[in-house]
């Protein structure tokens, strides 16, 4: 089920186009929104630099038309909600690149971005309104929404997914529940997370990153701190359980890893990738200054490489190979039980579709065989004997002694769709972990190539021993 909705954007007063285009644009590939930018695919464009491509067409058309609207729609946004949990964030990118591939009829161009930071995961869809060969513009009118919601509907049947019903305004279900809304407590409480999760040292470092919040602080007997809205100062030991001052100050030295003066460091997540084969890109004329930050980076990337070694106790190549090898396993077999997962889930809405379908369309069959297979009958009433044609055909090729009931059905999907979401988290886990130890067998097999420095072992070994003194 996807709810969609057309949006034009136009410029915004005291905003250039280049702003407005570049502000919609960075909201919409937000990394923290896309999984670090992995749910965005665009056509006919590039994701980085769409905006820059966008008004290189709109140039492009006033050159060749010489046309210049006053109120100018500078491109069209689609948002694509999904009802929670019945599509995975990558099935919902796939069907909002179809979406906007076949209502486009790929003559715009177009970006999709696929959020997750809401409990619905949502598309969000922008498309240039020139075309591609810089001649006309989309032309907008109220039978676009209706043509993109109707397109919307088809593109999840297909994909077996569930489809909005059509109904009248007095039938439909109105809300009795309104979302609670937050209190200024919690959004202190809120905002001093946020700075935790920045590791200060202190809590006048703490202080100084709420300020710069916003928040205006009052020290003396206690702490208190007042937002842009607020009227009164708020005190820290108000906030609730695990807020007071002395809380704040045991979680800041947690986090610096003092741990009541121990003295022991906090260790500090670190992501490297593959080293730059230097020699290779030289070969494309690169000059020397790139020359130089790839050496650089190289070696800044080892360095990160022997540290997780170190981190991961892993001090010869043996144990390197193993681990990726059962980290790229553990991989594909999630991969493969997440993808099975989906094919039943797609299996059982279509059978659910299908026992509907045939309940509602059983009478107007049994009319139509007692009219004696009546062509007339069959024309008046063509759809659902088509329905209930492929409702038989599908339980035919079911060949089950008994049909499952749609309680017995929805059963099966709560659970199937449990088990999945379990999955996705081990998934997204698994992926990490096979990414880190394939990637530094990889550096460490190159570095181990450029250096020659004897046994593989030993090098190995001697590298995280170094790296262990030093750090």
């Known amino acids: 089920m996807a709810a969609t909705r057309l949006i034009p954007l136009h ?44 008004l290189l067409t709109k140039s492009e058309y006033q050159k060749i038309t010489g046309r210049k609207q006053k109120h100018e729609v500078i491109a069209y946004q689609i948002r694509q909600s999904f009802k929670p949990g019945e599509v995975t964030p ?20 177009f970006f999709v971005a696929t959020h997750t930071d809401r409990v619905h995961i949502h598309n969000h869809i922008i498309f240039n309104s ?6 006309r513009k989309f032309k907008n009118s109220w039978y676009s929404f209706l043509g993109l919601q109707r397109l919307s509907d088809m593109i999840c049947f297909e994909h077996g997914l569930s489809v909005i019903e059509k109904k009248n305004y007095n039938d439909r279900t109105k809300r009795t529940e309104y979302p609670r809304r937050h209190t200024t407590r919690e959004q202190i409480r809120k ?92 070969k494309d004329k690169k000059s020397p200054a790139y020359q130089r930050w790839a050496t650089v980076y190289n070696l800044k990337q080892m360095s990160q490489t022997f540290l997780y070694l170190r981190e991961h106790n892993l001090t010869d190549m043996d144990k390197l190979s193993k681990a990726a090898d059962e980290a790229t396993e553990r991989f594909n077999e999630l991969n493969s039980k997440i993808k099975a997962a989906e094919k039943c889930l797609a ?22 065989r007692k009219s004696g297979y009546s062509n007339e009958f ?20 079911l060949k089950a002694e008994r049909l499952p009931t749609i309680r017995e059905l929805n059963e099966e999907y709560s659970r199937v769709l449990t088990q999945k979401k379990a999955d996705y988290a081990e998934y997204r886990k698994a992926k990490k972990e096979m990414r880190e130890s394939v990637t530094a067998r990889k550096n460490v097999e190159i570095f181990y190539m450029e250096s020659n420095l004897g046994d593989k072992n030993d090098m190995l070994r001697n590298r995280v021993k170094y790296y262990e003194h030093n750090n």
């Not at 299908?354 to 009319?367: C, F, G, L, P, S």
């Open 130 to 135: 020139t075309s591609l060969d810089c001649q």
């Open 347 to 368: 299996e059982i809405q279509v059978l659910k579709k299908h026992i509907v379908n045939y309940r509602k369309t059983k009478d107007t069959y049994v009319a139509y």
């Open 11 to 54: 410029i915004k007063k005291g905003q250039s186009l280049v702003r407005c285009l570049s502000d919609r644009i960075g909201y919409s590939q937000n990394p923290e929104k896309t999984e670090g930018g992995e749910l965005v695919t665009a056509y006919a464009c590039t994701p980085e630099f769409c905006e820059q491509e966008f």
């Open 191 to 282: 905002d001093i997370d946020a700075a935790l999760e920045k590791s200060p040292k202190t809590m006048d470092e703490l202080l100084n990153t709420l300020s710069s919040m916003g928040y205006e602080i009052k020290q003396g007997k206690n702490i208190a701190v007042r937002g842009k809205n607020q009227k009164k100062f708020i005190r820290f030991r108000s906030l609730g359980e695990g807020y007071s001052e002395a809380d704040i100050a045991e979680a800041i030295t947690k986090n610096t890893g003092m741990r009541g003066g121990s003295g022991g460091t906090r260790e500090k997540q670190r992501g490297f990738n593959l080293l730059i084969d230097i020699e290779e890109r030289m």
């Open 378 to 397: 069959f024309e008046d009433h063509r759809e659902e004997l088509t329905l209930h044609k492929a409702a038989k055909e599908a339980f035919d090729q």
């Open 90 to 109: 990558e099935e919902a990118n796939k069907i909002g690149y179809e979406l906007a591939m076949r209502y486009t009829k790929g003559k715009y161009a």
